[in-house]
């Protein structure tokens, strides 16, 4: 999946009222909140990511004459069941989380017009004076192939196949009928079979019945294979760059937990790219009050990238994604909703940031 992040272009807006945001915002600690003691509490959210880990369980399955195989059939087979797994894809999706550190207090009393305060369920702010969505939850979809029914080998045995006193004497004479078929098929295809069929749709399915036929009886010596697609998800909430255990896998078990030893290790290496300037510290005696300042508290995230590999460097998945928490947090003014007129402002529900904003007049 594509997680690089796409411009948004505001569904409404002013030209005067996006100066007036710009000029009104300053960059905050995330760990702030506002001092207002009465209003509606919020949170501004945090980027995770899920992993959904496409893994393919491929089981095989002596044949019961397999010990025969190379003497009948000068074949070298697996003599011995096995079970295997292989990562055959891994898939990204985005998530927003609350920041419990970005808890924020909105002030709602009548100085100010706002009227609507949307959330989500889980507290973090989606709107003021508009309505909006939550992000979706994604949810994979796989759609599983449907697998051929088995065929069983003793449906194609001869009287004396199926009769044969002991194991050895089954894998002789179930050779030698795989001869035969082979015989068969070769008579066919160069026209001197003793019935022929008549015309080339019934060649067509008498050669198909032979081969499966073959095929029935041959899984006697070679055994059987079968592959199942398991999709197991893994979300990872990025805090810090650096390199970090995402999972475990064997060859051998597949997916294990991340203290399994047996299970050799996968990484994620978050980078944080710098794209917003860190925040100015402030000194405690030099911070001025803002007698407009509502608790109102909007994201300005920074992009990072998320790397996915083995023990061997070997890379399977790479994204870059806005994350709030690598960015920094900015305060509107509560200049924005006067008596008079007022405004509209819809966040991002992935990053917090202001996505549209409009101005309105009050009736």
Known sequence: ?????????????????????????STV?????????EGTSYYLPKTALRYTIQVEKTTYTAGRLAPYARRYLKQD???????????????????????????????????????????????????INAEAEPAATPQPTFTPAPKPQPVNPNDFMSEDILNAGN???????????????????????????????????????????????EQALRSLFEGTVTKDTTWTSIDFTPTAEGRSLLFRFSQHYGLTST?????????????????????????????????????LRVCQPGRIRLTVSDSQQQMLATD????????????????????????RIVLSPLTGSVKAIESFTQN
């Open 167 to 213: 194991p050895a004497k089954m894998a002789e004479l179930t050779a030698r009928e795989i001869y035969d078929i082979r015989e068969s098929r070769n008579q066919l295809n160069r026209g001197e079979a003793d019935f022929m069929p008549k015309d080339g749709a019934q060649l067509r399915i008498m050669l198909a019945n032979l081969d499966k036929q």
């Open 259 to 295: 203290d399994d030893l047996g299970g050799s290790p996968y990484y994620i290496q978050v980078e944080d790219l710098h794209t917003v300037a860190p925040p100015t510290p402030i000194a405690p005696g030099e911070k001025k009050e803002d007698k407009n300042d509502i608790g």
């Open 29 to 37: 600690p995330t760990s702030l909140q506002a001092q207002s003691v």
């Open 77 to 127: 087979v697996e003599q011995n069941s096995a079970t295997s797994y292989r990562i055959i894809g891994i898939t990204t999706d985005r998530l927003a989380l609350p920041d419990t550190s970005k808890r924020f207090q909105l002030t709602t009393d009548k100085k100010y017009s706002i009227h609507k305060v949307c959330r989500a369920s889980n507290g973090q702010l989606l709107a």
């Open 1 to 25: 999946m594509d997680m690089t992040d796409k411009k948004t272009t505001p569904c409404f807006g002013t030209r005067v009222l996006a100066g007036l945001l710009i000029l009104s915002a």
């Open 320 to 343: 870059e994604v806005l994350a709030p928490q690598f960015g920094t947090t900015e305060s509107l003014s509560g200049e924005l909703f006067g008596k008079k007129q007022s405004t």
